[in-house]
Structure formats: structure tokens, C-alpha cells
């Protein structure tokens, strides 16, 4: 009798949780995008926006909440209601900003995995006038010079700046930080010259490497990306166990309800697996990934540990 019970109560639990997501949602769905529009995280969440209307059966409005690398949407998402109508797309920067300076989340303890949707390699890039064409003679050159190269990112504790803290912990060089107002701003400088290098996102840096107005001498990411597949990445040139991506996903509240996390992981799912949409990502440098809400969930912490190590070892503050 009680495994009889036991069974019957087994087979309609996935009957009901089916129900509940079936009908949710019930009205609207706000999707935060924790960046300015106009960005890459904007261009994504938007080109999104209409297939999650189609497969949610809801209107999905993209409400940018830009501000402090990401921070302040972030601490928005935190304080949503858990029942699914309010969901995130943020960026690995969702966990940098809470290792430098006291924010109101905890992105482990306060905030849902829903999905990695997709990782994008920074690309050391260097000034064509640079005498450097691989991670080596960079090395080399930085050894021979400390403290005379310059590298660009667009703020302190932006994944690319996590880049080059890690390249120089890694490498045992000296170079100069020079923190801008964006990445727009240090890419003009990089081509200008007035800086050296820059371990630049894929999606901005991309178009320039392609037009020969910066040098591509290696990757990041653990492996060679799609989109420069005879890039070397920094581990196989010398430094064993690098390995950084820059990342997008989508988070909801604390506790957010299990039916609506399991509703929107499918929803994403079913668009990141259609050849095209994987096709136009990859055209921004974007690889996709399509993960289960659990292994996001590991993901991050995983990232919290690197990231947090590399701003501990780097001394790393906020000014």
C-alpha cells in the first residue's frame, strides 16, 4: 500500500508541475536588461524580445535598467516578485561588481539561474605598430619594458580589466591599467595608439581585427573560438589553465518559482537551437552555450571563485 501510494504521488508531481507551467505566464513579462540601450546586451535582449512573446504567449517588454557596470538592475532583478513575470539578462559584470564595492545582492544567494546563454572570448588585440604577433613576444616585450605598456578597458572591474589582471598575475609582467568611460573610447585610443594593447570583448573588437585595424594575437576563452579559429588562446601559447570569458544569461529573483524558471529555460532553449539565431550570435562573437538552470547555477559559482581570486591576488579597488 505505501508504495503504491508512493508511486501514485511520484507520477503527479510532473503532472502538476506541467500545469503550472502551462499556465504561467498569466499577464505581461518584464525582461531587465541591466546595460544602456544601444549595447550588445540591448541588441541581444531585443532580438530576443519577439520569439519569447511568441513561445511565452505574453507580451515580453525589455526594460532597460543600466548603471554601476550592471549593478543597479541587478539589485532591481533581486527585488522582484519570484513568481516568474520579472526575469534578467545581465553579464558576467552582474558578479564582478558585487567583489568590488558593497552592492544590495548577493548574485549567489539572491538571484535565480535560468540560463548561460552565451560565452564571448576577450581577444588580446595589440596596435599594429606593436612588435608583437604572439603571446610570447608580448611577455617578452612586457618583461624587457615593465611598466612601459598600456593596457585599455571600459572600467575598472569590467571582464576585459579582469582579463588583463589575470594575464599580467599569470605571466609575471608589469603593465599599466588605463581605465575609460566605456569601450568605444578605449578602442579609439588602442587604434590611435596612445595605448598598446587591450583584451577586448569579441562582439566590439571583432570588426576591427576583421578590417586589419588591430592585430588578434590570441584568445581568452579555453578554447579557440569559432569566429577566429587560427587565434591560439592564451593557455596553449604559454600559460597553462587561462582561461576568462565574458558571458550573457538570464537570472530571476531569489526563489523564483521552479515552473516559471523550467517555462523560461525552455523558451530560450527552443530560440538559441535554431540555426539562424546561433548564426547571427556568432556574427556578434557570441558562442552559444544553452545551459540547464543547474549548471548556470554551478557556472557562477565557479566564476565568483576565479574572479574573486584574481581581485584578492590583483588588489583590485574601485576609485
Not at 543597479?72 to 516578485?81: K, T
Request: charged share 15%.
Amino acid at each position: 500500500m505505501k508504495r503504491r501510494h508512493f508511486l501514485a504521488t511520484g507520477l503527479a508531481a510532473p503532472v502538476i508541475g506541467t500545469a503550472r507551467a502551462q499556465t504561467f505566464p498569466t499577464r505581461p513579462v518584464r525582461l531587465i536588461v541591466t546595460w544602456p540601450p544601444g549595447g550588445t546586451t540591448d541588441i541581444l535582449a531585443r532580438q530576443l524580445q519577439p520569439q519569447l512573446t511568441t513561445a511565452l504567449g505574453q507580451p515580453v517588454i525589455v526594460e532597460n535598467r543600466g548603471g554601476a557596470s550592471g549593478a543597479i538592475g541587478a539589485a532591481e532583478l533581486a527585488r522582484a516578485p519570484a513568481d516568474g513575470h520579472v526575469f534578467g539578462l545581465v553579464t558576467s559584470t552582474v558578479i564582478s561588481a558585487t567583489l568590488l564595492s558593497r552592492q544590495p545582492y548577493d548574485p549567489l544567494r539572491d538571484l535565480t539561474p535560468i540560463m548561460l546563454l552565451a560565452r564571448v572570448a576577450n581577444i588580446l588585440v595589440v596596435h599594429p605598430s606593436l612588435p608583437v604577433h604572439s603571446v610570447g613576444d608580448l611577455i617578452t616585450l612586457a618583461r624587457a619594458r615593465p611598466g612601459a605598456l598600456t593596457f585599455g578597458s571600459p572600467g575598472i572591474g569590467s571582464a576585459v580589466h579582469i582579463s588583463g589582471e589575470m594575464f599580467k598575475l599569470a605571466a609575471g609582467v608589469d603593465m599599466v591599467h588605463a581605465p575609460y568611460r566605456g569601450g568605444g573610447p578605449a578602442l579609439a585610443d588602442l587604434m590611435s595608439g596612445h595605448i598598446q594593447l587591450m583584451f577586448g570583448n569579441a562582439s566590439s573588437t571583432l570588426p576591427y581585427v576583421r578590417d586589419g585595424q588591430l592585430r588578434a594575437i590570441s584568445v581568452t576563452s579555453a578554447q579557440r573560438a569559432a569566429y577566429l579559429p587560427n587565434i591560439p588562446t592564451i593557455a596553449e601559447s604559454g600559460l597553462p589553465g587561462f582561461a576568462i570569458d565574458e558571458w550573457y544569461g538570464c537570472l530571476g529573483p531569489a526563489a523564483m518559482a521552479p515552473h516559471a524558471v523550467e517555462r523560461i529555460n525552455a523558451a530560450l532553449m527552443g530560440i538559441i537551437s535554431q540555426p539562424a539565431e546561433r548564426a547571427r550570435l556568432l556574427e556578434m562573437g557570441a558562442e552559444v552555450v544553452g545551459s540547464s538552470p543547474a549548471e548556470f547555477g554551478r557556472f557562477m559559482a565557479e566564476d565568483v571563485a576565479k574572479i574573486g581570486q584574481v581581485v584578492r591576488d590583483a588588489r583590485i579597488r574601485m576609485d
